[in-house]
């Protein structure tokens, strides 16, 4: 239902999550990884039951558009380091994870491993680090592979990387 960004790339892979939206309809992000060009980017349809679902792009390659938070977060290793999720009955959450962008620590983001977002993807904030002391974070791995959320808080997430599993607390600060 819908193209590959480079089906001729072996480490092209998509990630799916569905939610059902107030409306009825079913709201599917696709985020696709992939190693070099075309950048990973993050995918939305707001109905996926018709024969042919048109998908929105939500990334920006442009660090000053809302996109950029979903902007080629996997780099090379897109083959094993993404996710994307969206809590049953919240369909505007979406979490979207990958590997680690060293070059973004403490400057533009906190490494956009672990993106989410409340505005159905149009937007993202760093899930990455917390607030915590700037040289010594409370941090996530740098590489992502799964994540859920607990079904009374979506907010709260479990996420597995190459470091284990974590939990957040659900609570956030800037």
Do not use: W
Not at 15 to 33: D, K, Q, S, W
Not at 86 to 95: H, K, L
Not at 124 to 134: A, I, K, L, Q, V
């Amino acid at each position: 239902i819908k193209p590959s960004l480079n089906a001729a790339v072996i480490s092209t892979r998509p990630a799916i999550a569905v939610n059902r939206l107030p409306n009825g309809r079913t709201r599917m992000y696709v985020h696709e990884g992939n190693s070099g060009n075309p950048y990973a980017r993050l995918f939305r349809s707001d109905d996926v039951a018709s024969g042919a679902p048109g998908f929105t792009d939500l990334t920006s390659a442009s660090v000053a558009d809302a996109g950029y938070g979903t902007f080629n977060v996997c780099g090379g290793q897109c083959s094993y380091d993404l996710f994307v999720h969206s809590p049953a009955g919240y369909p505007d959450i979406v979490y979207a994870g990958g590997s680690y962008a060293y070059n973004e620590t403490g400057a533009l983001s906190n490494g956009r491993a672990v993106m989410l977002s409340t505005d159905a993807g149009v937007s993202s904030t760093d899930m990455t680090m917390d607030g915590t002391d700037f040289y010594h974070p409370n941090g996530l791995h740098p590489d992502q592979h799964a994540l859920v959320t607990n079904p009374n808080n979506p907010l709260q997430f479990f996420e597995t990387n190459d470091g284990g599993i974590m939990r957040s607390s659900g609570e956030f600060s800037d």
